[in-house]
């Protein structure tokens, strides 16, 4: 059987017309072009995976959700990672740039007590940042989020192409060839099996070409396909626990009230300063 395959294969080659050829042609370079997405792709998403798997690892055995940044540690390949530094950066810039002490004072009133509980206050406070300043953290993150997903469905539009255009490649040189020979069996005025064959033959090598092209892209493309969704909704659910964790730990989420109340509480304590330096 495999020796009647090839020789068939062999035989259709040396009929094929010119417009075949063609055809052969820009199936070649459609299946080189998918091949090397196939393999590209399958490369970037073992490897997402693989760094994923351990940044999430490292993620979850923290206490503090700047800690990663702040330890330099790097899981280069891991898209969520790549989420993770801009969101860290974007808060940290803030932190710096626009912060808000935040503290419990304690209880007493007057020098002695101010004076006598320095290292108190310096420990009860903690910077953290305004809603406003959040939401371009929360910007930065969604648009990462979603240029990571763009960035691992690059090159799918090729495996795409190559399944839905294949098979119609293939047979346009298909009817290219039946047409030539139709007009061979004219002009020759013969009409029988012997002068059809060869022709047939040729013309349909095409429609399996074209078949070669496409299986492996579908196999590929939905086997790929389903991964690139696994690893988009786990970066969705990632955004939304970073949110939470940077919510939590670095936002001002004081009531207004205590807001007025810190406030006028740090107006009263500056203004017992002024009076010990005099």
């Known amino acids: 059987m495999p020796y009647i395959l090839a020789n068939a294969i062999?035989?259709?080659?040396?009929?094929?017309?010119?417009?075949?050829?063609?055809?052969?042609?820009?199936?070649?370079?459609?299946s080189l072009f998918s091949w090397?997405?196939?393999i590209n792709k399958f490369f970037q998403l073992h490897k997402a995976r693989k760094m994923s798997a351990k940044f999430f690892a490292a993620w979850r055995e923290t206490k503090d959700p700047l800690e990663?940044?702040?330890g330099g540690q790097q899981f280069d390949g891991a898209p969520a990672y790549e989420i993770y530094v801009a969101g860290a950066q974007e808060l940290a810039y803030h932190l710096k740039n626009n912060p808000i002490e935040v503290g419990t004072r304690p209880k007493g009133r007057g020098k002695a007590a101010d004076l006598g509980q320095t290292d108190v206050l310096a420990r009860a406070s903690s910077t953290k940042i305004s809603h406003g300043s959040f939401d371009l953290v929360k910007?930065?993150?969604?648009?990462?989020?979603?240029?990571?997903?763009?960035?691992l469905e690059k090159g799918m539009i090729?495996?795409?192409?190559?399944?839905?255009?294949?098979?119609?490649?293939?047979?346009?040189?298909?009817?290219?060839?039946?047409m030539e020979t139709f007009a061979g069996i004219a002009v020759k005025q013969a009409a029988s099996i012997t002068a059809?064959?060869?022709?047939?033959?040729?013309?349909?090598?095409?429609?399996?070409?074209?078949?070669?092209?496409?299986?492996?892209?579908?196999?590929?493309?939905?086997f790929q396909v389903t991964n690139i969704r696994g690893i988009t909704n786990e970066l969705d659910n990632f955004v939304s626990e970073l949110v939470t964790a940077f919510e939590h730990r670095y936002v001002d989420n004081r009531a207004l009230a205590d807001e007025i109340r810190d406030a006028l509480s740090d107006t009263a304590v500056r203004s017992d300063d002024v009076l010990i330096a005099k």
Do not use: C, D, H
């Open 10 to 30: 062999s035989f259709s080659f040396k009929q094929v017309s010119t417009e075949g050829a063609i055809t052969m042609v820009m199936l070649a370079v459609v």
């Open 158 to 178: 090729v495996l795409s192409t190559a399944v839905a255009g294949g098979p119609f490649i293939g047979l346009l040189g298909t009817v290219f060839g039946v």
């Open 196 to 222: 059809m064959a060869p022709g047939v033959a040729g013309a349909l090598l095409n429609t399996v070409i074209g078949l070669f092209v496409a299986i492996p892209a579908m196999f590929a493309y939905n």
């Open 68 to 70: 990663l940044a702040r």
């Open 139 to 151: 910007a930065v993150l969604e648009r990462t989020a979603s240029a990571e997903a763009m960035g």
């Open 36 to 38: 090397s997405v196939i």
